[in-house]
């Protein structure tokens, strides 16, 4: 079987779990939903095929933009894994509405998996997650997805949480901002995944689309972008009871 991997990933952490998962299911073609300006609607699959679909969640639901990169493909009945990541608190209606969009775009689910990624706001909480204990068990998931990959004709239905109505759309509201160390290369233009900040002036970023997803200060080489740190404190009291302790990850099957 082919296999394909398609994420939405802004500073590397959705990746890393989908990497691990399609790396035990075979040798995958990757596919970087969160550029920018591409022409995903390219992308065609066909019933044989296997699509590894990674997302984080953001207050409990998909990106806006990763969901109207992804439903551009192509899908025509490949099957698809469905991995959710998120920052050790909740993941809420995050795979239903996942699940929805891709057998919407016409892909058969099969599977689920969410995943506990470092937070990329305030990452004391997921610290150095996935970590090896992540990874053993995310291979082991991926030894239960592959069978029932090689059985077609065993596959059910199955749950995933999640309610509807959906609830409301809601990022953490903290924009990064450049400092003296901003060199004005504009990669964080570049490779913003909403085109929130001005290629002409980077230093310059539109509050009204910025989701936070934190690319901009994951990609600077010169570390220029930063969020005000007593926001963040607050922030990271705020949810620190809701954070605390370790979460498991989840397979749905």
């Known amino acids: 079987m082919n296999v394909y991997t398609m994420?939405?990933?802004?500073?590397?952490?959705?990746?890393?779990?989908?990497?691990?998962?399609?790396g035990e299911l075979g040798t995958p073609v990757e596919m970087d939903f969160s550029l920018?300006?591409?022409?995903?609607?390219?992308y065609r699959f066909e019933p044989g095929d296997v699509c590894v679909i990674?997302?984080?969640?953001f207050g409990g639901r998909v990106p806006p933009a990763a969901l109207s990169n992804l439903t551009k493909v192509k899908a025509n009945r490949a099957a698809a894994v469905l991995v959710v990541t998120y920052g050790n608190r909740a993941y809420e209606d995050t795979v239903l509405e996942l699940r929805k969009a891709m057998e919407g775009?016409?892909?058969?689910?099969?599977?689920?998996?969410?995943?506990?990624?470092?937070h990329s706001i305030?990452?004391?909480?997921?610290?150095?997650?996935?970590?090896?204990?992540?990874?053993?068990?995310?291979?082991?998931?991926?030894?239960?997805?592959?069978?029932?990959?090689?059985?077609?004709?065993t596959w059910k239905?199955?749950?995933?949480?999640?309610?509807?109505?959906?609830?409301?759309?809601?990022?953490?509201?903290?924009?990064?901002?450049?400092d003296k160390s901003c060199q004005r290369c504009g990669l964080c233009a570049k490779r913003?995944?909403?085109?929130?900040?001005?290629?002409?002036?980077?230093?310059?970023?539109?509050?009204?689309?910025?989701?936070?997803?934190?690319?901009?200060?994951?990609?600077?080489?010169?570390?220029g972008r930063k969020l005000n740190k007593m926001m963040v404190f607050a922030a990271s009291m705020k949810l620190?009871?809701?954070?605390?302790?370790?979460?498991?990850n989840e397979l749905f099957l």
């Open 7 to 22: 994420y939405f990933s802004p500073t590397g952490g959705t990746k890393r779990v989908v990497d691990i998962l399609a």
């Open 36 to 42: 920018r300006g591409q022409n995903y609607g390219m």
């Open 54 to 57: 990674g997302v984080p969640s």
């Open 105 to 118: 775009c016409g892909f058969k689910v099969v599977a689920a998996v969410a995943a506990v990624t470092e």
């Open 122 to 153: 305030m990452r004391q909480y997921g610290a150095g997650r996935p970590d090896n204990r992540d990874r053993r068990e995310l291979a082991a998931m991926a030894g239960e997805i592959r069978k029932k990959l090689l059985s077609p004709r």
């Open 157 to 178: 239905d199955f749950f995933v949480p999640g309610r509807i109505p959906y609830k409301e759309f809601h990022t953490i509201p903290l924009i990064p901002e450049t």
């Open 192 to 223: 913003c995944p909403v085109g929130a900040i001005s290629r002409k002036r980077p230093d310059r970023t539109d509050a009204g689309k910025c989701i936070s997803c934190m690319r901009c200060v994951h990609v600077c080489p010169q570390q």
């Open 240 to 248: 620190k009871k809701a954070c605390s302790g370790r979460k498991d």
